[in-house]
């Protein structure tokens, strides 16, 4: 089964607005990250939390932790089209354990 | 610098045709990856190397086979391919713990595979 939950599974904003995304894991985490899909292509990573961090924030991103919730959710402020993608939390559940498992995935579509 | 390139990019296999899927990461990253993802399945991990000539079962390794006879090589082989595996396939890699705790993971583009 899927470690990440993210919600909403689709999300469609004005260009300009913030976009706000959740995720929800069921174990334990080293740390959790968040990957970005553009259509038809790889994922690219993000940004890293650490299990020990409760926000964390490069450019305009914004990333939250809440341990005893089992729960991030990641801030995108001032959207452009550019951020019209698939956003993956990946949680990396032992250190050591070599793998990283992924969410489902919201599909954030940007509005010009 | 490629980073982590996928070979073929597309592919119609036939039931029961057998294939190779290859992965070639130039960064000397230590590990690979082998993941599929499906509609509203997000990605699942299929195999994963922690070394040269290391393999390790993922979530849902059954009708795949790997091999990491090389470090910069990860391959992924269907035996006999099923119409349940016509996916899209992620090759990703990242280098030792410490790295891959700050740096995250590499992907490749995908292997868009079509079983008829």
């Known amino acids: 089964s899927q470690q990440g939950e993210e919600d909403p599974q689709a999300l469609s904003i004005q260009e300009g607005e913030n976009a706000t995304m959740n995720c929800s894991y069921k174990t334990s985490i080293n740390n959790l990250q968040w990957y970005r899909q553009n259509s038809g292509r790889g994922l690219v990573h993000l940004i890293l939390i650490r299990s020990n961090e409760r926000e964390k924030h490069s450019g305009r991103l914004r990333v939250t932790l809440d341990t005893s919730k089992k729960s991030s959710s990641l801030l995108i402020t001032a959207s452009r089209a550019a951020d019209t993608a698939s956003y993956f939390c990946a949680t990396d559940e032992d250190f050591g354990n070599e793998k990283l498992t992924f969410g489902t995935g919201t599909r954030l579509t940007i509005i010009p | 610098n490629a980073g982590v390139t996928q070979t073929p990019k597309f592919r119609v296999l036939k039931t029961g045709q057998s294939m190779t899927l290859l992965c070639a990461q130039d960064?000397?990253?230590?590990?690979m990856y082998w993941y599929r993802q499906d509609p509203g399945m997000g990605l699942r991990l299929i195999h994963y190397s922690v070394g040269e000539g290391t393999t390790a079962k993922g979530e849902v390794p059954d009708g795949y086979n790997v091999s990491r006879l090389k470090k910069q090589n990860f391959l992924l082989g269907l035996e006999s391919a099923a119409p349940s595996q016509t996916s899209v396939y992620f090759c990703?890699?990242?280098?030792?713990?410490?790295?891959?705790?700050?740096?995250?993971?590499?992907f490749g583009s995908g292997t868009r595979l079509t079983v008829v």
């Open positions: 960064m000397n990253h230590e590990y």
């Open positions: 990703a890699s990242s280098d030792s713990t410490f790295q891959r705790v700050a740096n995250g993971y590499t």
